[in-house]
């Protein structure tokens, strides 16, 4: 069950000092640190589920340990989003491709902040004001090795989804508050700590393979198989009604009456009335080919979804 | 018609190839008699709808047969994309409903996650012969060499059934559509997205009302959609809607035009012993059916069928278990997702017994009356005459009895989600990934 932890090494907020398993948060940055232990985060893309076109697709549903949060928790916070059904987060995260616009110009905004922050002018490293013992004490002069800490403003909604990208959107920034921290910039890259680049210029197109373009080519196959028989000729205006056979799986039939496997006698069309048939393009037609997915679809107990 | 009394169910078709290696197009997604039983419908993840027809010999034969021959088979609908969203739509027919006959022709409801369409099906039996300005081939005849007048008359011809898209209503559904349901009136129907419920004229493909909306302004306080919605079936007035937070609430249209408050509100409270992690996933219902004298309904969740009486909204009057063994396995179910599945069900004709599907295969059919249930199981091994189904059980005990298959034996991949039960008679049609089983009473 816990294949898939992926352990990552955030920062707590600075809030967030002394917390053990009390998640009260006074801020909306998000405890990573204490879900760490027991969150499995997914790959953002099920590439098995997204192929097969499961509408309950749980790209971002995060498994909790049961015994580990009480649910006094799910009230604390109207931020965090408390455990629902996987159809519930999908819409919440569809639902921001709708803002676009609001989310590019507040984009714009905190982008003009990160600047900000990051030039050094802005930057106070006056140590007495952290310190509230010893005022008296003269301001020790960092070393040169010392990490900096430097806060930005909290970056949870940096992100925006690229218009260029096609397939289904694997993060919104108003929903996916477990994956800000992933966005806490530290313009000086310290040694000690990893630095978490922005993804907002990851593509996810290139992880899934869409199901569509599979489907399109097992159509543009099919209609080159087709072009030597009736089906195509089925698509071409001609006075006399041409009769078309259509054979389709379920036309095979085991029957315990007659023990003989029986075929339902071939369902004809003809040709005007199959123009009249919606999609008369790719109908199911002279056999079918099995379509090369390379997608597993076994869920047997001991298969890890992801 | 055996309503007291076990049944015996025996083989009588599978329908569909035997091969291991399935095409995804080809896997059923529903499966629905119309009202007479004569046709069965079912559709499938390539969006097509093949209807079978009653086996008229098998009928009149004695002992009857429940067997059924393709009748029509079309494409009703194409994968699309949406631009704006950059989403893909799929072509799975979620939902097949049939309208109750007025005219020799059918019609029937198909509907895919944006799309309902209104098909008609006809027969066409007979042609005309014998135009004066057409010939043979259909091609105009040059005026000036006819020189006598003939009447046209009808000639029989080769059976032909044709299936023609009369309406179709889109552009409604912001969500995916996951069910639809045809009104008691047969003028109106409702379709259902995650949240909204939209109420169409069967005649009017340009408009619909929307009667409930359970999208909240700010998106982030989402925590239920919306997951099946039917209409009573007598009563115009009344539909229900079940939530994935297992609540289903029975509105009626007369109230208001927006049926957002619901009249009844039927939730069994929950039992705070046995509140886990997954307490809120496994009490999603994944289907809601009235009974046909309209006084009962059938809500399938995760674990369990219940039966709640409409004039009772505190608890359901019964409650059928149809894989407790999962329970204690629910971790690995959600982690192969296998605990998102939504599972149907269905009553009989006469309201005595309910039918759903369970995993590897297996379903489960309930006799209300005599509170006894049998788990059958659709393979190809009992695939032959008439074999006489063996109730199959699952062992949960340490000592595992000769028969019985251990929990951890189960097949999740095979699943049975689409059952039917023949209105009148004891057939069933069980949807077994790409094939279809035809079972029915041993008579």
Known sequence: MKKNCRRMDVDPPSTSVGITSNLKRSNSAPMINILDNNTSFRDAISPSHLVLGISRNRRFSASFSPGQYSPSLHSSSSLMPSFVPSRVIQLKHEEGMNVMYREASHEKEVQSKLQISQSWEDLTLDRTTHINNTPSEPAKRHSLTDPLHIFTPPLGLCSSPSPTRAGKQWFSPSTSLLRTSSFFVSPSPSPTRRSFATRRSQSPVALRPSQFSVKRKYDIEMEQDSIGNSAKRMNMGTGTPERVVITHPMAHSLSSSSMDPVNSPDQTVPQDIADSMSGSSGSPCSGFKSVEDGVSTGCGMDESAV | MAGNGEIQWCFSQVKGTSDDDVTEADIISCVEFNHSGELLATGDKGGRVVIFQRDPESKQASPRRGEYNVYSTFQSHEAEFDYLKSLEIEEKINKIRWLKRKNPAHFLLSTNDKTIKLWKVSERDKMID????????????????????????????????????????????????????????????????????????????????????????????????????????????????????????????????????????FEEPEDPTSRSFFSEIISSISDVKFSNNGRYMISRDYLSVKVWDLNMDSKPVECYHVHEYLRSKLCSLYENDCIFDKFECCWNGTDSCVITGSYNNFFRVFDRNTKRDVTLEASREIAKARTVLRPRKVGTGGKRKRDEIGVDCLDFSRKILHTAWHPQENIIAVAATNNLYIFQEKL
């Not at chain 2, 105009?140 to 059934?161: G, H």
């Not at chain 2, 969500?175 to 997205?193: F, G, K, P, R, W």
Request: hydrophobic share 35%.
């Open chain 2, 130 to 265: 014998g135009y004066n300005l057409k010939d043979e081939n259909g091609r105009m005849k040059d005026p000036t060499s006819i020189t006598t007048l003939q009447v046209p008359v009808l000639k029989p011809m080769e059976l032909m059934v044709e299936a023609s898209p009369r309406r179709i209503f889109a552009n409604a559904h912001s969500y995916h559509i996951n069910s639809i349901s045809v009104n008691s009136d047969q003028e109106t129907y409702l379709s259902a997205d995650d949240l909204r419920i939209n109420l169409w004229h069967l005649e009017i493909t340009d408009q619909s009302f929307n009667i409930v909306d359970i999208k909240p302004t700010n998106m982030e306080e989402l925590t239920e959609v919306i997951t099946a919605a039917e209409f009573h079936p007598s009563q115009c007035n009344m539909f229900v809607y079940s939530s994935s937070k297992g609540t289903i609430r029975l509105c009626d249209m007369r109230s208001s035009a927006l049926c957002d408050h619901h009249s009844k509100l």
